[in-house]
């Protein structure tokens, strides 16, 4: 009689009992990850991205966007006053939209002693907690 290859129930039960356990010890591990990585976007776009456009558009012009003319006005020239003369955009590839798909709250000047405010409301937009700010 021939010997037929391939694996028995037992083989097979053991590889998938040893998968299980793996994920049992892997998967609790990278539960939350996804909102950890969001919100080290959202600080990286306070801290380095946005204020880097921003720092662009003011050496180009003089002065911040006002808040009326919000963040926008690193992406499209604005046609309200005060009427940046020497605009030089794009300053930004993409809109500034936080990793929770809201736009990120900007005010100039600032309320918090700073040229402006940026934040973002986190995941929870109506709670403070998880707030993302330039100010502390």
Do not use: C
Not at 4 to 24: D, K, P, Y
Not at 98 to 120: F, N
Request: no cysteine; proline share 7%; glycine share 8%.
């Amino acid at each position: 009689m021939k010997h037929r290859g391939g694996f028995t129930l037992v083989e097979i039960m053991l590889v998938v009992i040893i998968i299980a356990a793996l994920s049992a010890m892997i998967i609790p591990r990278l539960v939350g990850r996804g909102e950890q990585a969001k919100v080290k976007i959202a600080k990286s776009d306070i801290a380095a991205n946005i204020p880097t456009a921003l720092k662009l558009y003011e050496l180009d012009n003089g002065i911040f966007p006002t808040t009326a003319q919000g963040l926008n006005a690193l992406r499209v020239k604005p046609t309200n006053n005060p009427i940046p003369q020497n605009w030089n955009g794009p300053y930004l590839e993409k809109g500034p939209i936080d990793p929770w798909g809201r736009s990120y709250v900007y005010v100039s000047p600032g309320e918090h002693g700073l040229d402006y405010d940026l934040s973002s409301k986190g995941k929870d937009e109506t709670s403070d907690k998880d707030d993302v700010v330039n100010w502390q």
